[in-house]
């Protein structure tokens, strides 16, 4: 079956988005459908066609349990300049921001224009959906073309993808939504068995094209049986190998695979001959997502747990990213591994502002935790806290702000219990719990003047003027807990300048204690409610 089959209309609107970049005017183009309809077929072809008068760059989002932050342009660092190269290549310590204005730098350069492929972006980490929609409204005098393909039939209603769409949808962007092939081009293709193959396949081209190559036998049960059936003719070895493949998401590195299997380039040319694998010097991988899915449901349990213990190894090896040895020690099941590697990935999803991901990084903690030093669970409870809260789960930021302050209360460490306290008295307030905000915040500024840790007491009374008054209506914050800062331990202060607590030039580092003021007050975040302010 050749390629491209009556897409002549979705190549002639890349062909003219392309021409529109190369004048300096760069755009969006989302290409949109269903699994196995064609968007990685068009993309490639594309691409294919002009790298001798483009840079080219694909990157792909991979289907991890959770998603590698900026995974796509982590996989691009080596084609682009050196300063956001090595920025990608470690963690970001300067945040998303900084990667951000230094990738779109990159784009700006040379006099060819820039064809940007992000593929599967439905699998995409929030940091990697920020990116893309930074970029994509900043593409106007840009010499780019990005292409982003997507599944939105994968997209949960409430994803911030939708979001971005939006977003981009309002700068210079296209939309290709593909259809299925009419039954005349599937005639063109089956000849006599088109009614056949049309009813099985509705016109999906991946469907087409496994039903073709599965010969004119009786019809199969499934396009999953069609794609095992030509998979089962191949030789132990690449049958082998393809069981491996199919369980690394998207694309299998070959450095990887150089470790696992070092002479594993005979093994996969059958696979590649009968077009179920593809190859480049840098990647393996199933010429169709559709096919990887059907080998690996292929895959008996114990067999595609030893290949996972086969694959951590490897990875353990070659100096994998956090995110893909959690990937794989969960289905090795390696807690060891998950619990050394969890709060790695955590971060580095934190530090790119992928909060989803890192939280579904840390839900992952608490049962490897075991072997934990109550400190290590403490520190681990209150980062969930605080990510939690993040991505709008508050109930599940409290229960883990609880847990945190449980373990810093047996441990006695008063500057971490004062801290969690504080932390807690904040999740009540943004959600509406006035009382339990404002108990939290007293108890929080009692137990961090006994702990003696200046820096965590200047923290809390930086916070403190967003704290509600008490709705008995006390003239005196925190029951006796005085706003001034005299008795504060002298190494807060400094001979050279201002003190740790002093405000901005022009304040007094002595601020008076006064009464709740009854004027109203908006909290950040919280416009349209009001409040009373201390």
Request: glycine letters at 8%; aromatic letters at 4%; proline letters at 9%.
């Amino acid at each position: 079956m050749p390629d491209l089959v009556e897409r002549t209309a979705a190549l002639d609107a890349l062909e003219a988005a392309l021409r529109t970049a190369a004048d300096g005017r760069g755009s969006v183009v989302l290409v949109t459908g269903e699994a196995g309809i064609g968007k990685t077929a068009l993309a490639t072809h594309f691409a294919e066609r002009h790298r001798a008068d483009a840079r080219v760059l694909i990157g792909l989002c991979d289907d991890l349990a959770t998603p590698r932050p900026l995974g796509p342009f982590r996989d691009l660092a080596d084609q682009l300049s050196g300063a956001v190269a090595e920025l990608l290549r470690r963690e970001p310590a300067a945040g998303a921001a900084a990667v951000h204005g230094m990738l779109l730098e990159d784009l700006r350069r040379g006099r060819a224009p820039t064809v940007l492929v992000i593929e599967d972006l439905h699998w995409a980490d929030q940091a990697t959906i920020d990116a893309v929609t930074v970029l994509g409204r900043r593409l106007a005098d840009v010499p780019v073309l990005l292409v982003l393909t997507l599944r939105l039939g994968d997209v949960d209603p409430g994803h911030s993808l939708w979001s971005a769409i939006d977003a981009l949808q309002r700068a210079s962007t296209v939309t290709i939504d593909l259809a299925p092939l009419s039954r005349q081009a599937v005639a063109d293709l089956a000849g006599e068995d088109a009614d056949r193959v049309y009813a099985l396949s509705n016109g999906n081209p991946f469907f087409v094209a496994e039903l073709l190559a599965s010969g004119d036998g009786p019809p199969p049960p499934s396009v999953a049986n069609a794609v095992l059936s030509r998979v089962a003719q191949l030789p132990d070895r690449p049958r082998r190998l393809m069981e491996l493949v199919s369980l690394v998401p998207s694309r299998m590195p070959t450095r990887l695979l150089d470790v696992l299997e070092p002479d594993w380039a005979p093994a996969a040319e059958p696979a590649e001959r009968r077009r179920l694998l593809t190859s480049t010097p840098e990647h393996v991988r199933f010429r169709h997502e559709l096919t990887r899915a059907a080998v690996r449901s292929s895959v008996p349990p114990g067999r595609r747990r030893e290949l996972h213990r086969r694959l951590l190894s490897g990875l353990q090896q070659v100096g994998a990213e956090p995110a893909e040895l959690v990937h794989h020690a969960e289905a090795a099941g390696a807690p060891d591994v998950v619990a050394e590697h969890a709060l790695p990935a955590a971060r580095q999803a934190s530090a790119l502002e992928s909060h989803r991901e890192a939280l579904a990084h840390l839900r992952r903690a608490p049962p490897t935790s075991i072997g934990w030093t109550p400190p290590e669970r403490a520190r681990m409870w209150e980062a969930l806290a605080e990510t939690a809260h993040l991505v709008g789960h508050e109930d599940e930021a409290l229960r883990a702000a609880d847990a945190a302050i449980e373990l810093t209360t047996a441990a006695g460490d008063d500057a971490a219990t004062g801290r969690c306290i504080r932390l807690r008295s904040q999740l009540h307030w943004f959600a509406g719990n006035g009382d339990s905000a404002w108990r939290d915040a007293c108890t929080a500024l009692r137990v961090l003047r006994r702990s003696g840790s200046a820096a965590e007491l200047a923290r809390s009374f930086v916070a403190a003027p967003s704290w509600p008054c008490s709705p008995a209506g006390r003239t005196t914050p925190c029951g006796g807990v005085r706003g001034r800062w005299s008795w504060l331990p002298t190494t807060t202060r400094s001979s050279s300048g201002p003190s740790l607590l002093s405000g901005p030039p022009g304040c007094s580092s002595t601020p008076p204690t006064p009464p709740c003021s009854a004027r109203p007050w908006t909290p950040p975040g919280r416009r349209g409610s009001t409040s009373t302010r201390c």
